[in-house]
């Protein structure tokens, strides 16, 4: 499936953003979602995921507590609210989807993966 996200920009720090996703061709129903990032210089990280029928996986520990992932199905959109960044959350945000029920957060469980969006914190 095609995904594509969109939201990103530049903020300041304790600025929030929504980021959205929605898979092109299909039903987001059929997919658990997620997000990874990728800071310059790093390698890509987990940050939230949420599974087919709702449930949400535990966050990665420097998002918890400022982030949030939802869906709407009926919108066939996944999205996640990002709350008092910081510049250390810059980086290309990447949504993903997995034919499963249930994921854990490891990369190896997502098929398809969006284009990425960027997010820029400044100071």
């Known amino acids: 499936v095609q995904l594509q996200a969109s939201g990103g920009g530049l903020v300041q720090a304790g600025d929030s953003l929504r980021l959205s996703c929605a898979p092109s061709?299909?039903?987001?129903?059929?997919?658990?979602m997620g997000w990874f990032r990728q800071a310059p210089g790093k390698e890509r990280e987990f940050v939230a995921a949420?599974?087919?029928?709702?449930?949400?996986?535990p966050y990665a520990d420097p998002v918890k507590g400022r982030f949030t992932i939802s869906r709407d199905n009926a919108k066939n959109t996944v999205y996640l609210q990002m709350n008092s960044l910081k510049p250390e959350d810059t980086a290309v945000y990447y949504c993903?989807?997995?034919?499963?029920?249930?994921?854990?957060?490891?990369?190896?469980?997502?098929?398809?993966w969006g284009q990425g969006t960027l997010v820029t914190v400044s100071s």
């Open positions: 993903t989807a997995a034919e499963r029920a249930y994921v854990y957060g490891r990369e190896y469980e997502f098929d398809s």
């Open positions: 061709g299909s039903t987001l129903s059929r997919y658990s």
């Open positions: 949420i599974s087919r029928s709702g449930g949400r996986i």
